[in-house]
């Protein structure tokens, strides 16, 4: 695909700003420029291409913004509201969507630029020391294995759907396209088992390897772990997902903040983030037309976001009263008008760390992965224990009993406007308002540039053929 051919210059050289790491004189070049595979040539250069894989994760059309916010939008049934005068993300929340919305496009895309270079860096990983070969691979490997969880997620039926050997999902794109070859280069779209398996590699791996901590905004096993569980709750392979959200529970050496609302707006990761996206003034998702603090965050507030995705009132019936996650939220107005509306406190500061998976969802998960599994109990806890311990941060009451349902519903309460809802709803086979889980429009469509070019590429059922 033509988006795979090249790594852009400017991604190598804002990661190398965020982490201090020193630009050689080959990397130092013009923004705007490309560099390809083959001038990949010392340590340094493979080490800049790994920083700018996770600053291109940085991306409003991947965790900085669309991951979590197109998944809300398409997984929201009364939850939330998009209120802003964006054409494609109304249609998004509308779940009437197009073949060239440019919404899925830019996922699509930039998600593949990811790849590009994680691939890149594990072809080139005979240039690295052999005292940090295996740590390096593994973050590439963590990169790309989490790149494709979410774009199976998007682009494909949900592995809960079954027939995952017939039902088709993104092209698996392994090696860096060093001299562009369309006979090889240009590919099908992959079944979704097999993306799953590449997942599983690739993450299995990467939890193998990765070091126990690292500096922050960079991955560590345990966050090769979260995202293992999340993967093995979504194939319903329950003593799985409790096995590895335990070991993240009980090893990190993480801790839930003190209050609820500690783990969020902060400037660098929180003591209870297993993975987070990191932003500053100089290297963010946007503040203008883009990024999760933009698309959140009232325009009434100063420094102002858009005020688009408000919190529909009926939603905060989900909590009790005295549950300080009903209480974190404010009245604002939008940019379109809207006025009085309620926004939540999650996403209100610009320039601040975005949690991609925080410890609250790993006991969770340990929870419902236990109320599930009908084996042998995964780790110290009961299911109930654990979902009192997160009550129990946000002063809402103890419950009595739970059951598994029950604990999705806390699921509902603690990661709401996180990205959690659709994947959650899907891999439960959960109705969004009155369309199954299976319907067209809650799956993204292949974006039409992309079948321009590459002819293999088929069409998601009910989108233009």
Request: hydrophobic share 40%; charged share 20%; glycine share 6%.
């Amino acid at each position: 695909m033509k988006l795979t051919r090249y790594i852009s210059i400017s991604l190598l050289t804002g990661a190398l700003l965020l982490t201090g790491a020193a630009c050689n004189k080959k990397l130092d070049v013009v923004p705007g420029q490309s560099i390809t595979p083959d001038q990949i040539q010392t340590a340094a250069d493979v080490k800049a291409v790994l920083f700018g894989a996770y600053n291109s994760m940085q991306h409003f059309n991947a965790f900085g913004e669309r991951y979590p916010l197109i998944a809300d939008l398409l997984g929201s049934a009364g939850q939330t509201a998009f209120v802003g005068t964006f054409v494609d993300y109304r249609d998004v929340y509308n779940k009437a969507m197009v073949s060239s919305n440019s919404i899925a496009s830019g996922i699509w895309g930039r998600a593949y630029i990811i790849i590009s270079s994680a691939n890149t860096v594990l072809a080139k990983a005979d240039l690295l020391d052999e005292n940090e070969r295996d740590a390096i691979t593994a973050e590439a490997r963590f990169i790309r294995g989490v790149t494709y969880f979410e774009l199976v997620n998007f682009f494909a039926l949900p592995y809960s759907a079954g027939n995952q050997t017939v039902n088709e999902a993104v092209p698996l794109i392994l090696d860096p396209v060093e001299v562009y070859d369309a006979s090889k280069d240009i590919k099908p779209r992959a079944k979704v088992a097999e993306v799953y398996a590449q997942i599983l590699s690739d993450l299995t791996e990467a939890a193998d390897k990765m070091p126990a901590t690292n500096p922050n905004g960079r991955a560590t096993k345990y966050s090769a772990l979260a995202f293992l569980s999340r993967v093995y709750l979504a194939q319903q392979k329950y003593t799985e997902a409790a096995t590895a959200a335990n070991e993240v529970i009980t090893k990190s050496g993480l801790s839930l903040t003190a209050t609820f609302d500690k783990a969020f707006n902060n400037i660098s990761n929180s003591s209870e983030d297993v993975f987070a996206i990191q932003q500053n003034n100089q290297s963010n998702a946007g503040t203008s037309n883009n990024g999760l603090t933009t698309m959140y965050a009232a325009y009434s507030l100063e420094p102002s976001g858009r005020g688009d995705v408000t919190v529909a009132p009926t939603y905060l019936d989900l909590y009790e009263d005295g549950d300080d996650r009903k209480a974190f939220v404010y009245e604002g107005d939008g940019i379109a008008g809207n006025q009085g509306s309620t926004y939540t406190g999650k996403w209100t500061l610009f320039y601040k760390a975005i949690p991609v998976v925080r410890l609250s969802e790993m006991y969770l998960t340990r929870a419902e992965a236990n109320a599930r599994s009908g084996g042998a109990q995964v780790g110290a806890n009961t299911p109930l224990q654990d979902v009192n311990f997160v009550r129990a941060r946000a002063n809402a009451t103890a419950l009595a009993t739970v059951t598994a349902d029950q604990v999705v519903q806390e699921r509902f309460r603690e990661l709401a406007f996180e990205g959690d809802w659709l994947w959650t709803k899907k891999r439960l086979k959960m109705n969004v308002g009155t369309k199954v889980y299976t319907d067209n429009f809650l799956v993204l469509p292949v974006p039409q540039r992309e079948r321009d070019v590459n002819k293999q590429l088929t069409q998601n059922p009910g989108y233009d053929q």
